[in-house]
């Protein structure tokens, strides 16, 4: 089994937040296609990274699903859907192989 993690910003590269309903289209259509997703909405968590000299910060929502085997064709698709949709030049997405005890 896998879980797919997806990384997304709460406000683009100016600070403008996003509208809550492109949180809610994400989770829909997870859920309508994998069956169920985790969404960590209610507490945002922090990120950091560095380009160059420069360090930057975001507020994120971490999306989680849970697989028996991952088309990574798809789910890369799905990435650069989402860096289009969130105006990101990347989102960062994990696969992970899971025991599910």
């Known amino acids: ?3 797919i993690k997806l990384y997304l910003p709460l406000r683009d ?8 309903r492109m949180f809610k289209d994400v ?3 997870l859920s309508e296609r994998f069956g169920g997703v985790t969404a960590h909405t209610q507490a945002p968590a ?5 380009e160059g000299d420069t ?3 975001d507020e994120i ?3 989680e699903v849970i697989l028996k085997s991952a088309d990574r064709a ?9 860096e289009r ?5 990347s989102v960062m997405v994990f696969l992970q192989n899971i025991e599910v005890l």
Do not use: D, P
């Open 1 to 3: 089994m896998h879980v």
């Open 13 to 20: 590269n100016s600070g403008h937040a996003f509208e809550a």
């Open 27 to 29: 989770e829909k259509e």
């Open 46 to 50: 922090n990120g950091l990274w560095r």
């Open 55 to 57: 360090t930057h910060a």
């Open 61 to 63: 929502v971490i999306f």
């Open 74 to 82: 798809w789910w890369t698709q799905y990435r650069e859907r989402l």
């Open 85 to 89: 949709l969130f105006r990101q030049k």
